[in-house]
Structures are given as C-alpha cells and as structure tokens.
C-alpha cells in the first residue's frame, strides 16, 4: 500500500523547501505571473501552502491569510518566516474545507498542489465553494504533455526541471537540489500514486469545474495555470 501524501512530504520536507524558494522568488515568472492575479480584498487561502513561501505573498496584501497543508513538517518551516499580518497554519486535508466551517475567501489559491490533493473534478468544486461573491480562485498546477512517457520512463524529467531551476535562478546547487528530489525514492513513489494531467486533460477538466475559467498553458515548461472569477 502506498503512503499518505502527508508522509511523503513530510519526509522530503526541507529538499522541497530548497525547490520552492526558487520557483517561489520574486524574480520567478511564476511569481510574477502570480503577482499579477491577485484581486483586492480581505481573506486570502493558500490549499496546499507547503514552507509558506506564497503565505508571506499574500500575507503582503490581505489581512486575515491561512494556509492549509497536510504535511506537518512542511507547515513547522511555514512557521517560522516572518510575515507582515500572522498566518494560521492548518494541518488538514482540501476535502475538509467548508464554507460552513472555513468561510469564504476573497482569494482561493493553490500552486503545485491540486493534483496531489485527488481527481481534479472532486477537488475543484471544494476550492471554487470557498470563493466569495467578487472573488477569485488561481491555480498553478504541474501538467504533462499529452503523450508523455510514463512514470518509470521519465527520470528525464527530472534533469528537464533541474535546468528550468537553472534557467530561472542561475544557481546551480538549487537545481541539483531539485534533481536530487525529483530521483529521491519517496518522490519517485508519489509520483506513480498521483500523476499530473495532460495539458489537454487540464483544460477540460477546468473548463467542466469552472465555467469561465482563463488558462494559460506553459506558464513555464511543465506548469500550467486557471484563473477563475466568482463573478
């Protein structure tokens, strides 16, 4: 039987930390692309908010952030970054997010995260409940080509993201960190149990959840990206 997801990360805590600083930094155009969505309000949610990096993000702009994760470890290192507002971290699981218990947010986000959470069309309509009239829900998700290799076959994937961490930050050890992730036995586990959709999947499966929804596809090589407005 496979492990939980929360026992993976959990266990590959502070290699992934190393990964997102980069992909998270401000010079990153997936920040920078996230910059750019955010709407005006109050309430901000980040599902799947891993070391908190985007937390402090948001924690810029809205008044009352949480951050939801399954990892404990990962939510110790959110933990310990300043921010401007405090964040309350949660360890739980997406599924038991409620508007009846939760509330809603003016901002719903999650960045590299919703396909670990189960099938896209179970868990967009939990994140697209949470969104308050005027609202927005942003996600960043890791896609596949349509046609890629499966799991075993592509150990090639992982030198393809170590050179997109290269390209982006130009630090080295950052994209051998992330190399050493992609090959580390726990992530090669996880990532047979929860493979990303297809970039012809993702549309569709957005397009079904979220009527409306914006896609933008290869934001950078391997992540593609919905915006969907509450309107």
Known sequence: MSAAPEAFFDDLAELYERFTVIRDAATSPVRSWLVEQLPAGTRALDVGCGSGNNCGLLADRYDDVVGVDLSQK??????????????????????????????????????????????????????????????????IDVTQPDGAAAPAEQSGYAFQTGKIIYDVSGDVE????????????????MSAAA???????????????????RITKDLIPTMSAAVWDNA
């Not at 599924?95 to 509330?103: F, K, V, Y």
């Not at 994209?175 to 036995?185: E, F, G, Y």
């Not at 959709?197 to 959840?209: G, H």
């Open 195 to 213: 493979m990303p959709l297809t970039d012809t999947e993702f549309q569709l499966q957005y397009e079904k959840a979220l009527p409306g929804v």
């Open 74 to 139: 990962m939510l110790d290192i959110a933990a310990t970054k300043p921010t401007r507002v405090p964040v309350r971290y949660e360890c739980r699981d997406a599924a038991s997010l409620t508007p009846e218990r939760d509330g809603r947010f003016d901002l719903v986000m999650s960045v590299n995260a919703v396909f670990h959470m189960g099938p896209a069309d179970e868990v967009l309509p939990v994140l697209r409940s949470l969104v308050a009239p005027g609202g927005r829900l942003v996600v």
């Open 174 to 189: 950052a994209a051998c960190d992330s190399v050493r992730m992609m090959l580390h036995p726990r992530w090669l586990e």
